[in-house]
């Protein structure tokens, strides 16, 4: 297990205008002695939105132990080169794990914001600043050990998943069978996305209401939108949503109520603490009392 590690790293997206719906990539990274990099969809991973999508992903999560996990805090800055001010941040946290090992904004800005005369773009350039904070890392293999294998990708459904993946995608298949009846991207790029996204999703919403923070769960509300906008059938998803969002509450009230309960105890233990002080010294008292007298001490004493 690590302690907390951060790092800010700066992306610079050059000819951005001129890219596609392929999605890109910054350089590998190191921080908590993981691998990272970051993950961006210049034409968005749904064109209804016409937006820049921006996700942290862990590389090569195919050569990690079998059980990793990584809890870690990401903020994304898009600098706007014109006025600081008017730069563009979101946060967000999650645990990344093998089936679900990308996390981000599908919207982290709308090409109409993303213009030129707004300040974004600078001759063609696009400056991302991302701040990393590792809080907790398992199944950690070192660095200088990894290996970057080949990833090959299988078809689940006319999506291409890595073979970690394959499992989870048919048991979503299996227990949703019209997930995709109203789906309506078309391009591998994006699906894939969508599905990454579906499984982090899914992911997340499986912890318990004790390993999620309010901010988590509006980003979770966030990312089931934006899902459901692509023709995805998640109502079963909405009501999961639901119900841990009622979970969270109820742990909240529950807390509070306990803290109560315990401020106005504090008294009485207190008084418990005074009440058995006072018996131990009255017990000292007593055993000072049953101690049987010597006739011969004062014999003793004046001889």
């Known amino acids: 297990m690590e302690t907390t590690v951060d790092t800010t790293i700066t992306w610079v997206i050059k000819n951005f205008s001129s890219l596609q719906s392929a999605p890109i990539y910054s350089d ?16 968005g991973i749904n064109k209804a939105h016409d937006s820049f999508s921006l996700f942290l992903n862990v590389p090569d999560n195919e050569s990690l132990p079998t059980g990793w996990r990584r809890h870690a805090k990401v903020s994304f800055s898009l600098v706007n080169q014109g006025s600081e001010k008017l730069s563009q941040r979101k946060v967000t946290q999650h645990w990344f794990v093998q089936k679900a090992f990308t996390w981000g904004f599908p919207v982290m800005i709308t090409h109409t914001e993303l213009n030129a005369k707004m300040g974004f773009l600078v001759n063609g350039e696009l400056k991302v600043v991302a701040k990393i904070e590792v809080l907790e890392v398992v199944g950690k293999l070192d660095v200088s050990k990894e290996s970057s294998p080949i990833m090959k990708t299988i078809d689940v459904n006319g999506f291409q998943v890595l ?29 894939t996305a969508c599905m990454n996204l579906l ?20 980003d979770a509300g966030v990312a089931l939108a934006y899902l459901i906008e692509t023709g995805l059938k998640l109502d079963w ?5 639901d119900e841990l969002k009622e979970k969270k509450k109820k742990e909240e009230s529950c807390l509070v109520r306990l803290r109560e309960m315990d401020e106005q105890l504090q008294p009485f233990k207190k008084r418990c603490l005074d009440i058995e002080d006072q018996i131990s010294k009255e017990k000292e008292e007593l055993l000072a009392a049953r101690e049987p007298l010597s006739l011969y001490d004062d014999i003793d004493n004046n001889v």
Not at 28 to 43: N, Q, S, T
Not at 171 to 180: A, C, G, H, S
Not at 237 to 241: A, F, G, T
């Open 163 to 191: 073979p970690s993946q394959v499992d989870s995608v048919k048991r979503l298949f299996e227990k949703n069978l019209d997930i995709v009846s109203k789906f309506r991207l078309k391009n591998p790029y994006l699906k």
């Open 237 to 241: 998803l909405e009501k999961k949503l």
């Open 199 to 218: 499984l982090s999703l899914t992911e997340t919403l499986c912890q318990s209401p004790q390993e999620l923070s309010n901010d988590g769960l509006s």
């Open 28 to 43: 590998i990274f190191v921080v908590g002695g993981c691998k990272w990099r970051i993950m961006a969809y210049p034409k």
